[in-house]
């Protein structure tokens, strides 16, 4: 019978590349990994490593394995999802990843209801873009991820990820109300000449701003990058850029500028991802519960502004 404990070290050293890696994630020191992995080629009688300089690669028996070890830690998850189903109280802790608009607008009031619904449920959060909050859901150091999709700019689905659909969000163009930039036209196609503010060239929301603006027929002039939604909406308000921004920032934010509809109407897509063997954990589920009420309280409030 094969350790499962060394058929998932196996798996993180797959999904993280080094020893050096999976020992900084699993708190063990390298060596400790190493032999851990020897005990494993001695059980399954086949070589599942070869030396690569100074690193270690998997061999194709090796990759064969992993496989079937995403299989078993999945059904593992699963029977560990439906024994906090059977009991009466949802505990334990939860380890979410998002990205800063869907903190700002959502996470706040879903925290304030899970408190008061599930006080002995810990919920611990950090902040990741999507493409590296993926890879620590399947890694295994979160297990809640909430994502966005641009227009024309698709994701791949990841194999063993369960996504839920949270809300489709409005895309538009921020302008100023004051200063020399309040005389711009709302028209897109007008603004080759405007200053600009946007997240880093890499990322989702930059990708989709800058394909936007080509497509109205000019580069941007992008003067400022920050991945920060309020102080993308600061430099908008106060008069030094204009920027394509989400309609979920304004649940929390009243800016004193102008939000312009752009053509076609576009939406981001909002979305959580869980490990197809933790979806039905009572934890995972209270905490998507959690964010549809917050964004419908969200939305709401939005609506009598």
């Not at 312009?260 to 576009?266: C, E, F, K, R, S």
């Given at each position: 019978m094969l350790d499962v404990h060394r058929l998932r070290l196996l798996r993180e050293l797959h999904r993280r590349g080094t020893l050096a890696a999976v020992a900084r994630a699993l708190s063990y020191s390298p060596s400790a990994v190493s032999q851990q992995l020897s005990l494993l080629e001695h059980e399954t009688g086949v070589r599942l490593l070869e030396r690569v300089g100074r690193g270690?690669?998997?061999t194709a028996p090796a990759r064969v394995l992993v496989g079937h070890a995403d299989a078993v830690i999945e059904r593992l998850e699963r029977a560990e999802a439906d024994l906090a189903a059977s009991l009466s109280e949802v505990t334990g802790t939860v380890r979410v990843a998002s990205f800063?608009?869907?903190?700002?607008?959502?996470?706040?009031?879903?925290?304030?209801?899970?408190?008061?619904?599930?006080?002995?449920?810990?919920v611990e959060i950090t902040q990741l873009e999507p493409e590296e909050a993926f890879a620590a859901l399947l890694a295994h150091d979160?297990?809640?991820?909430?994502?966005?999709?641009?227009?024309?700019?698709?994701?791949v689905l990841e194999d063993g990820v369960d996504e839920e659909d949270l809300a489709h969000d409005g895309l538009r163009l921020a302008l100023p109300r004051h200063g020399?930039?309040?005389?711009?036209?709302?028209?897109?196609?007008?603004?080759?000449?405007?200053?600009w503010v946007m997240d880093p060239p890499a990322s989702l929301p930059a990708r989709w701003?800058?394909?936007?603006?080509?497509?109205?027929g000019f580069e941007p002039d992008v003067r400022i990058e920050t991945p920060d939604p309020l102080l993308q909406s600061h430099l908008v308000e106060t008069g030094h850029a204009v920027a394509l921004l989400p309609d979920l920032l304004w649940t929390q934010l009243h800016p004193d500028l102008r939000l312009?509809?752009?053509?076609?109407?576009?939406v981001r897509r909002l979305y959580t991802g869980?490990?197809?063997?933790?979806?039905g954990h009572p934890a995972v589920r209270a905490l998507r519960s959690a964010l549809r009420?917050?964004?419908?309280?969200a939305r709401t409030g939005l609506s009598r502004a």
């Open positions: 270690v690669r998997l800063q608009t869907v903190l700002l607008a959502l996470v706040p009031a879903a925290l304030t209801r899970l408190a008061a619904e599930h006080p002995a449920l810990r979160v297990d809640l991820v909430l994502g966005e999709e641009y227009p024309g700019l698709p994701r020399p930039l309040a005389r711009l036209p709302e028209d897109l196609a007008a603004l080759a000449g405007a200053p701003a800058v394909a936007r603006c080509r497509a109205a312009v509809a752009l053509p076609g109407d576009p869980a490990r197809r063997g933790t979806a009420d917050a964004l419908e309280r």
